[in-house]
């Protein structure tokens, strides 16, 4: 039909960035992640992770240390995310709440959940090899799940969810109330994830 003008007035944002540097923090990080598992000897954090692991949180306040140092490096996307999304960033404390970091090894999952009482959420890739499981969100419109008519063909006006392909050194940032997940690792090899939360005050 012409003069057709579709109005999609409430995009949900999740901002990509690729971290500079990455292989050298990628290196660091995953060294300090693996000692975190093999000195967790419980490993008995369970969140959304379905057979993976869940690290204890990082300890990003000791000075000089890979964790610090990623967490000092992440502020300026943390800064310009906020922008984007058109916060206040001026004579605000922006600051990362929490960090931790999951492995998902084959047949490893995460399941839908949201991450109550942050402004931004986040997933920065240190290990992701091909068919390691996709980073999904979710629609957040409830009520579409409940009643619509038979879908003919699916498009972005229509999708449950969406599946993100990812790389190492990927960073995506996102509000804290959008539902995601990932996917079933089918390869033979760890996927490495950091998370952190962000608050403003």
């Not at 058109?86 to 970091?101: A, C, D, L, V, Y």
């Not at 998902?104 to 240190?126: C, E, I, M, Q, W």
Request: net charge neutral.
């Amino acid at each position: 039909m012409k003069n057709l003008e579709i109005l999609k007035l409430f995009p949900e944002p999740v901002l990509k960035y690729k971290f500079e540097n990455f292989n050298n923090f990628n290196n660091e990080l995953s060294n300090y992640i693996y000692n975190l598992y093999e000195n967790d000897k419980e490993k008995k954090i369970i969140k959304s992770n379905e057979g993976g692991w869940h690290s204890p949180d990082f300890q990003i306040s000791q000075k000089d240390t890979i964790q610090n140092k990623f967490a000092l490096a992440l502020q300026k996307y943390i800064l310009n995310a906020c922008q984007n999304l058109g916060w206040k960033t001026e004579n605000k404390q922006i600051r990362i709440t929490s960090m931790w970091s999951i492995i998902n090894r084959k047949g490893d999952f995460n399941v839908a959940h949201t991450h109550p009482n942050s402004f931004l959420s986040s997933a920065y890739y240190v290990k992701a090899p091909e068919n390691c499981g996709k980073f999904q969100i979710e629609n957040p419109n409830q009520a579409k799940r409940y009643w619509y008519p038979e879908i003919k063909s699916k498009n972005e006006l229509n999708k449950d969810f969406v599946s993100l392909s990812i790389e190492e050194g990927d960073l995506l940032l996102f509000p804290g109330y959008l539902s995601h997940k990932v996917s079933v690792n089918h390869s033979d090899e760890d996927r490495i994830v950091i998370s952190f939360n962000v608050d403003i005050r």
